[in-house]
């Protein structure tokens, strides 16, 4: 896939500040991505992760800073400007469309060529080891298969940098491990850079090139999952991970 050859776009947060009215919601972070990294940024709920996360895809305006993507500055920039793709816990698909249709249906939008598009579907189905069910629609699909498919109208983008806001929130227990599997093989497989948020420690520090840990707009500290674990900075970054103390 393209995507390969685009692997590597790095992110740069610079000064990134938050309010809504008078909530101050991000405090000033800064954060360099290296490209092909997966970083997964986890906090307690309403800590910001979300909104993080929604700045770096341009679906929330940031109040203060600059955020660039490879060499470029997309601060300013629409959402389908930045070469990222946005995977959400509520993966609304067409559920009159199959799943082909689905995968499709983005680029048909942006005016992709038929064929283009056929190969890129293809091309996500059979990363994603979906093809198989490509005559189906929605109704007809387990939870875990629908959010393939969610995840496969990223892959169809050829994003470079991936943004996944708890993709697995809604699954059961099992099904998340599972998907969990999934996901970090779709790293392997693409070499992305990845940008994952999630409130669940487990998650984060199996997935985790390394975690960003938030509390309160403020990055507790980043590093390693084992660096977090084996050697946290303060006493809520012990508490969250579960270090031994
Ligand atoms: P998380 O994803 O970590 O749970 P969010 O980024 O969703 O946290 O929210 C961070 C804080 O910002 C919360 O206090 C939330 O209520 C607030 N917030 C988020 N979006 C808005 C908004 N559009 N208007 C006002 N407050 C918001
Ligand atoms: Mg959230």
């Given at each position: 896939m393209k995507a390969m050859d685009r692997a590597g776009a790095g992110v740069r947060l610079e000064n990134i500040r938050k309010t809504f009215g008078a909530l101050?919601?991000?405090?000033c972070i800064d954060l360099e991505i290296k490209g092909g990294e997966f970083v997964v940024f986890v906090g307690?709920?309403?800590?910001g992760k979300s909104t993080l996360l929604r700045m770096i895809a341009g679906l929330e305006d940031v109040s203060d800073g600059e955020i660039s993507i490879g060499d470029r500055?997309?601060?300013?920039?629409d959402p389908s400007e930045r070469g990222i793709a946005m995977v959400f816990q509520?993966?609304?698909?067409?559920?009159?469309?199959?799943v082909r249709e689905n995968l499709g249906f983005g680029l048909k939008m942006a005016g992709t060529p038929a064929d283009e598009i056929a190969r890129r579907v293809d091309a996500a189905a059979e990363i994603l080891k979906i093809t198989h069910l490509q005559?189906?629609?929605?109704?007809?699909?387990s939870g875990g298969q629908r959010q393939r498919v969610a995840i496969g109208r990223a892959i169809?983008?050829?994003?470079d940098v991936f943004l996944f806001d708890e993709?697995?929130?809604?699954?059961d227990a099992e099904l998340r491990v599972s998907m969990r599997v999934e996901i970090a093989r779709l790293h392997r497989t693409l070499g992305n850079t990845m940008i994952y948020v999630t409130h669940d420690q487990t998650e984060a520090m199996t997935l985790a090139s390394r975690i960003v840990i938030l509390r309160d707009g403020r990055i507790e500290q980043v590093g390693t999952p084992r660096e977090v674990y084996?050697?946290?900075?303060?006493i809520f970054v012990a508490g969250f991970i579960g270090s031994p103390r």
């Open positions: 101050d919601v991000i405090h307690p709920s309403g800590c500055d997309v601060t300013y920039l509520s993966y609304a698909l067409y559920p009159h469309m199959t005559e189906r629609r929605p109704g007809q699909l169809v983008r050829e994003p993709p697995l929130s809604n699954l084996e050697d946290p900075d303060n």
